[in-house]
Nanobody, 119 residues
Framework: QVQLVESGGGLVQPGGSLRLSCAASGSIFTIYTMGWYRQAPGNQRELVAAIRSGGDTNYADSVKDRFTISRDNAKNTAYLQMNSLKPEDTAVYYC?????????????WGQGTQVTVSS
């Protein structure tokens, strides 16, 4: 069993910053890609950023140059540093990791953390 737990969400004013964390626990052999997704009301869930095991990253165009994804493999933790936040960044943010354990390899989702950007 694998659990992903996000933290760091909250209410922030436009132009502000937040740092999200996603920590994994449970049976883990290998963590491949770590990703952050978000879903705003009425919208589909979308990929925000991802980081592969080798460190390569990719970002949605809407967050490039504002958000930074990173990972600490020793702590089984991923981070999303969000700067220059805009009201349109308001959403529930989820982490999604591609993990191999004794059950095989598959993606796992966290429960989500709310980010609200508003004055």
């Amino acid at each position: 069993q694998v659990q992903l737990v996000e933290s760091g969400g909250g209410l922030v004013q436009p132009g502000g910053s937040l740092r999200l964390s996603c920590a994994a626990s449970g049976s883990i052999f290998t963590i491949y890609t770590m990703g952050w997704y978000r879903q705003a009301p009425g919208n589909q869930r979308e990929l925000v950023a991802a980081i592969r095991s080798g460190g390569d990253t990719n970002y949605a165009d809407s967050v490039k140059d504002r958000f930074t994804i990173s990972r600490d493999n020793a702590k089984n933790t991923a981070y999303l540093q969000m700067n220059s936040l805009k009201p349109e960044d308001t959403a529930v943010y989820y982490c999604n990791w591609d993990i191999r354990n004794h059950l095989g390899r598959r993606p796992y989702w966290g429960q989500g953390t709310q980010v609200t950007v508003s004055s």
